[in-house]
C-alpha cells in the first residue's frame, strides 16, 4: 500500500481506491508542481463517489487535512444563473 | 601487466570550484553529461561545470528500464527519437566504451481493434520517416517470441503487434560512465555533491547560479535535472507544466535466457526484457498522483507481476530481486520541454517523463548546438517552453503514456 487517504466520508482508505484530479490551480497548463504541501483535488472513485480536496505533503505523502469544498462547481454556476452543465474533470 | 591492476579513474575529481565558467549544467545524468561532452567535442566549449547534488547518474539515468526504440507516433517525436538510436548506435565506438548496446527488437502488444489501429497509425508514421517499424499477428509474434503466452485463456488475448526491430536494450550505467569520461577528457569539470540553491539574473539574462559550495558567474545555465525541474526552474523564476510522479521497476532472479525481444503491453501497462545477466526486468506505469517521495508501492508490485504473468506464466516460481522507484518530470502532452526559456541564458530539458533516457545523445547534440549558434535546431523546434503558451502542442500520448 503507497497511503492512506482519509475520505471525508468513509474515512482512512488505500490511496487505489481514489482517483487524482490534480492540484487545485487556476493555471491550465502550468503547475506550481511543489516539493511541500500542495492542495489537490480528488474523488472516491470505489466507495461513495465523493468529489473532495485534501492538503498533502508530497515529499512524504502525509495527508494534512481534507475537506468538501462547500459549495460544489455545480451550485456555483446555478447560482450565477448559468444553466449549461459544466464538464466534469477527467478521471 | 602490472597496469591491468591499477585503479582508473573514469574522470578526475576537480577540487573547488572555479569563480567563474562559460556554462554551468545542472543534474549530472545522461543529459547533462551528454550535453557536456558534446560541448566539447563538437564546439570545442570545455569551460563548462556539470554540477549535481548527489553522484553522477543518481537520478533517472540510473534508474530507468534501458529500452531504446523510435517507433513514436507524431512525426516530430519519431524524426527525434529516430536521430537519437542512430547517435546510439554509434555510441559506443564514439566512446570508446562497451555500452553492452543490443538492437534485440521491440513488440508492443495490441489487445483490441483500437490497439490494432493505434499500431498501425505508428508504423505508417514511422515508415514516412523511413523508421523501420511494422505491424504484425501472432503467427509471426510466436516465431519471434515463441515463449510468450499467446493462447485465448487470458485477460487480454494479444492480436497483433508493432515490431521495431531497432529497439533495444542498453546498459545504462555505461551510458553515463562513458559520457563522463568523455567529457572530463575533453576538459569539462564534473562536480558531484554540489547542489544549486539560486541562479543570480539581471535585466532578465542569467549572470550565475549559487551553490553549496560558493557561488559561480556563467552566462548560461542548462537544467537537466528530470523530477527536481520545477524545483530548479523556480530558482530562476521560469514556470513550467510539470508535474513530477515515480516511476516503478523490478527484476526477477537471473533464469534461464528466453526473451530476446522488448514485450510492451499499454494495456497491461508493463514492459518486460531479459537482461545480459537473465534477470527480467519489468517496469510499468507512474503513480497517478505527484509526488517527490520516491518510495516503491506494494499495488505496483502486484498488478505488474500479475499482467507478467499471463504473458509468461512459466516465471510463476521466479522471485523478485530488487525494486525501485525514480522521479519523473511529465508534461501535458508527453513530449519534452527542450531549449530556451523566457529568462536569457537559461536553458532546460526536461518534461521527460518516462522517456529521456532514449533521447540522451540527441538532446546532448541540439543542445550544445544551441549553446554554441545561439540557434534553436529544426529538429527541437516543436519541442519549445513557447509551444504552451502560443497552444501547439505535440502530443505523443499514444506513443508514450505507457513508459518504456
Not at chain 2, 562513458?178 to 539560486?198: K, L, N, Q, S, W
Request: net charge negative.
Amino acid at each position: 500500500m503507497s497511503f492512506l487517504l482519509p475520505c471525508p466520508n468513509c474515512g482512512p482508505r488505500d490511496v487505489n481506491e481514489f482517483s487524482y484530479a490534480g492540484e487545485v490551480t487556476k493555471r491550465p497548463n502550468f503547475r506550481e508542481n511543489v516539493a511541500g504541501i500542495q492542495r489537490e483535488w480528488w474523488y472516491h472513485r470505489l466507495g461513495c463517489e465523493v468529489w473532495f480536496q485534501a492538503e498533502r505533503d508530497t515529499r512524504t505523502n502525509e495527508v494534512i487535512r481534507v475537506e468538501i469544498p462547500s459549495a460544489s462547481p455545480r451550485e456555483g454556476i446555478a447560482a450565477h444563473g448559468v444553466t449549461e452543465t459544466p464538464d466534469m474533470p477527467a478521471v | 601487466m602490472k597496469d591491468i591492476f591499477r585503479v582508473r579513474r573514469m574522470w578526475r575529481p576537480r577540487g573547488e570550484l572555479k569563480r567563474r565558467y562559460d556554462v554551468v549544467i545542472v543534474g549530472a545524468g545522461s543529459h547533462g553529461l551528454s550535453t557536456a561532452y558534446y560541448l566539447a567535442k563538437n564546439h570545442g566549449i570545455t569551460d563548462v561545470a556539470v554540477l549535481d547534488k548527489s553522484y553522477i547518474g543518481s537520478g533517472a539515468a540510473g534508474r530507468n528500464t534501458t529500452i531504446i526504440r523510435a517507433n513514436y507516433r507524431t512525426p516530430q517525436g519519431a524524426e527525434f527519437y529516430s536521430a537519437s538510436v542512430k547517435l546510439y548506435e554509434g555510441l559506443a565506438a564514439d566512446l570508446d566504451f562497451n555500452l553492452l548496446f543490443s538492437q534485440q527488437g521491440h513488440l508492443t502488444l495490441a489487445h483490441s481493434d483500437r490497439g490494432i489501429i493505434t499500431a498501425n497509425e505508428r508504423a505508417e508514421v514511422n515508415r514516412l520517416l523511413g523508421i523501420d517499424s511494422r505491424v504484425i499477428y501472432p503467427d509471426e509474434i510466436a516465431k519471434l517470441c515463441p515463449e510468450m503466452n499467446l493462447s485465448e485463456e487470458v485477460t487480454w488475448p494479444v492480436m497483433a503487434a508493432l515490431y521495431h526491430p531497432p529497439g533495444g536494450i542498453i546498459r545504462h550505467d555505461a551510458v553515463v560512465w562513458g559520457y563522463a569520461r568523455g567529457a572530463d577528457r575533453g576538459g569539462v569539470e564534473i562536480h558531484p555533491y554540489t547542489e544549486v540553491t539560486g541562479i543570480e539574473r539581471s535585466n532578465g539574462r542569467v549572470r550565475g547560479v549559487q551553490t553549496t559550495r560558493g557561488d559561480i558567474e556563467c552566462d548560461t545555465v542548462i537544467s537537466c535535472t528530470a523530477g527536481w525541474s520545477t524545483l530548479v526552474a523556480d530558482l530562476a523564476d521560469v514556470p513550467l507544466p510539470i508535474t513530477t510522479h515515480i516511476l516503478q521497476a523490478f527484476v526477477t532472479e537471473p533464469v534461464k535466457p528466453f526473451l530476446d525481444v522488448i514485450i510492451v503491453s499499454s494495456q497491461m501497462h508493463i514492459y518486460v526484457s531479459q537482461t545480459d545477466r537473465g534477470e527480467f526486468l519489468i517496469g510499468a506505469e507512474i503513480e497517478p498522483y505527484t509526488t517527490y517521495k520516491g518510495i516503491g508501492t506494494f499495488p505496483f508490485l502486484e498488478y505488474s507481476a500479475k499482467h507478467t504473468l499471463e504473458l509468461f506464466p512459466q516465471l510463476e516460481r521466479a522471485k523478485i530481486l530488487r525494486s525501485w522507484t525514480g522521479l519523473c518530470d511529465l508534461s501535458p502532452d508527453y513530449s519534452p520541454i527542450l531549449g530556451v526559456t523566457e529568462v536569457d541564458g537559461f536553458l532546460v530539458s526536461c518534461g521527460w517523463g518516462t522517456y529521456g533516457f532514449k533521447a540522451a545523445p540527441i538532446v546532448g547534440t541540439t543542445l550544445a548546438e544551441l549553446v554554441a549558434t545561439k540557434q534553436t535546431p529544426p529538429l527541437i523546434a516543436p519541442f519549445a517552453l513557447e509551444r504552451f503558451y502560443k497552444d501547439e502542442l505535440v502530443s505523443e500520448l499514444a506513443a508514450a503514456a505507457v513508459s518504456h
